[in-house]
């Protein structure tokens, strides 16, 4: 049998590590528990950082650029994930606020939470891919979107009208490196 090169042979290296991870990772049948970190930012180029406890979106240049938030993500299934920052000691939930929704950070450790808990469902979202853009809707509050408003140093919040101009709801999601 003649080896696969180029192209063919990383991906199946990779597939590879993603099976031992993945089973390694899986004690009982559990979900996956690798964390992994990402860059994110709008389509209008704002970044993610973090401003008295709250997180928000601007642009970041020069020395503020270490102020950039990367996005920690764990899996729970090929769509829906967990979302925090700070190393996964902050994560991203979507609480009821009156009649509203509201998108907050909490206290919690990321590859604590499970996919099956009730109660960890408002740390979930769900990834829908675009071509090169990607959206994040609450598993616990259908129908709303992480976003963040056209001006920027303004928090990020949710929305349930993905479709309006004064909100973006695509952003660029990429593998931190």
């Known amino acids: 049998m003649e080896m696969c090169r180029g192209p063919c042979s990383h991906l199946i290296s990779l597939l590879l590590f993603l099976l031992h991870s993945e089973a390694a990772c899986r004690p009982l049948g559990r979900r996956p528990c690798r964390m992994q970190a990402f860059r994110i930012w709008d389509i209008n180029q704002k970044t993610f950082y973090l401003r008295n406890n709250q997180l928000v979106a601007g642009y970041l240049q020069g020395p503020n650029i270490k102020l950039e ?30 009649d509203d929704m509201r998108l907050q950070l909490e206290a919690v450790n990321i590859t604590n ?63 931190d490196q």
């Open 69 to 98: 938030e990367k996005i920690d993500m764990v899996p729970i299934d090929p769509h829906a994930m967990f979302l925090g920052i700070r190393g996964g000691k902050l994560c991203l939930s979507c609480v009821k606020s009156g």
């Open 113 to 175: 939470l499970s996919g099956t808990k009730e109660q960890d469902k408002r740390f979930s979202f769900i990834r829908s891919d675009n071509g090169p853009t990607t959206s994040f809707e609450s598993a616990a509050c259908p129908g709303w979107f992480i976003c963040t408003a056209l001006e920027a140093d303004q928090p990020v919040s949710l929305t349930n009208r993905p479709e309006d101009t004064l909100v973006v709801t695509k952003f660029y999601f990429q593998e």
